[in-house]
């Protein structure tokens, strides 16, 4: 575990070491809580959890928006922190499973490379993205939004016709690396990865 007296010593140790989940106080001199969490977000991979003597919903609001994945108001109970660090553990390990396989194609989401029974196929990066997204959930539906906000950002301002290219591009590759896997689109939400239907 480390502790940072200001922000910037704390970024100083984010760009040292690996860090596994950041509880960051809104009120941190020299750089703020949510300056930090915004520098957090442009190289990290890893839970967030604020912390305030601010509850309101603008200023919970503005956390999320800059990327926060919990926030607490003080005071609170020290047994609340816990729960609530060891929860975004808990779903952050779920969330970012480092392999995904459906059929006969395994994805390895730390080298971005995709294998086809054994043999490696490359994709642009993108593709790959959606493609493990739609992989790690397969069998449900991920909705459009979730699909462009979490591979694009929230701030995409693009045409939200590219995920639908991206989508048509890896059903052409799907069909000639295992055709019993595919992109079902499920009108009005979203798509889900299916295999052996």
Same mark, same amino acid.
């Given at each position: ?9 704390? =970024? ?11 509880? =960051? ?25 604020? =912390? ?12 999320? &928006? ?22 975004? =553990? ?17 994805? &390895? ?54 995920? &639908? ?33």
């Amino acid at each position: 575990m480390f502790e940072a007296e200001n922000g910037k010593k704390a =970024l100083e140790l984010l760009e040292s070491e690996k860090i596994d989940l950041a509880v =960051l106080d809104v009120m941190m001199p020299e750089m703020d809580g949510w300056q930090l969490c915004e520098e957090i977000r442009r190289f990290g991979d890893f839970p967030v959890l604020m =912390l305030t003597a601010k509850g309101e919903t603008a200023h919970k609001i503005r956390g999320f &928006d800059l990327g926060a994945d919990d926030y607490m108001v003080k005071p609170f109970e020290p047994a609340e922190l816990v729960a609530r660090t060891k929860a975004l =553990l808990k779903r952050y390990r779920i969330a970012v499973s480092q392999t995904a396989a459906v059929g006969a194609i395994v994805l &390895d989401r730390q080298t971005c490379e995709v294998a086809v029974g054994g043999q490696r196929v490359a994709i642009p990066l993108k593709e790959f993205e959606v493609l493990f997204k739609l992989a790690v959930h397969a069998g449900r539906t991920v909705p459009r939004e979730r699909l462009i906000e979490d591979i694009w950002g929230i701030d995409f301002e693009g045409n939200e016709r590219t995920l &639908d290219v991206h989508i048509n591009r890896l059903r052409d590759r799907l069909a000639e690396w295992d055709p019993s896997v595919k992109i079902r689109t499920v009108r009005g939400l979203g798509y889900r990865l299916e295999a052996g239907q």
